[in-house]
């Protein structure tokens, strides 16, 4: 007896499950460094030498950084689930079985630079190369999500492409702060491990860079938000600027906060969680610009699909 087809309404739920997966992994990871677990694992792929798992003798790091690589697999799960639905989606929808495959590759390839981190005993800049893949996946998703309620057709730009060009100048805009921020932290106390290393730059002069890139972000989704609504964008483009907006600025507020009282860790971890939000918003935005209809062939992969069940 085979299995029934997923329906398109489950798949944009299973999309949104793999998105929100992905910016909690972020969390979560943050966790591991901000509590000083980096190393709770000794090595990798092992716990430790001895064990696969964690053990008494590791204490409470051993526990959160063995918890958060555990969590790993419930993030394979949501993509897997999504990658499963968008290969028996019918019609078939090739542009969701590829999206859905970048995600499902970026889970072990995400796992091994873990475990990179960790053999590197927490070098900071293979630290901050580890991070960025986060929200490299979550733009990932985002795009996913939002071809989930279109169809499979051509893009149709929604505004003019210089338009499109400044959202994606932001886009590119908000993966620079996420760097210099991770670059930050590689100076300053949160490196995961009393024992890590520190990549030794002047945390005041990399803080006050990080604010500049905040600066020139805003400034970017200001002139963005303007033009959008200039032009006549769809309302929902210029909601998702409007969004992205408010959470830069909150998010920048939380930055100054956690800078002004010597980086507490219940702020720092929010101000991670705001920093994924803010990915994923800029990706809303960019996906925004355009548009896509049925694709005109999907018609055909439908009525073979029928016959197949007769």
Known sequence: MSLPRPTAALMRRLAVAALVA????????????????????????RCSAESLTTHPELGIHGTIEFGNRLLTFAVAIAVGLAWLAALRLRPRRPDLVRLSTVLLLG?????????????????????????MVSPALIAVAVVLVRRTREGGGAPVPTVPSAVRRLA?????????????GTVVTGSGPHAGDDRAPRNGLDSAMLS?????????????TVGLLLALHATGAPARARRAATWLLAVEVAQGGVGFVQYATDLPVVLVGLHLLGAAVTVAMAAWVVVGTQERADDPTGSADEDQARLATV
């Open 208 to 220: 006050q860079l990080h604010a500049d890139l905040v600066f020139l972000l805003v400034g970017l």
């Open 22 to 45: 992905n910016v909690g992994i972020v969390v979560t990871g943050g966790a591991v460094r901000l509590t000083g677990s980096g190393l709770g694992c000794p090595t990798w792929p």
């Open 107 to 131: 889970v072990p390839f995400q796992a091994v630079m873990g475990g990179v981190t960790v053999l590197t005993e927490l070098n900071p800049w293979v630290v901050s190369a580890h991070f």
């Open 168 to 180: 994606q100048v932001a886009l590119g805009a908000t993966f620079a702060v996420m760097y210099a």
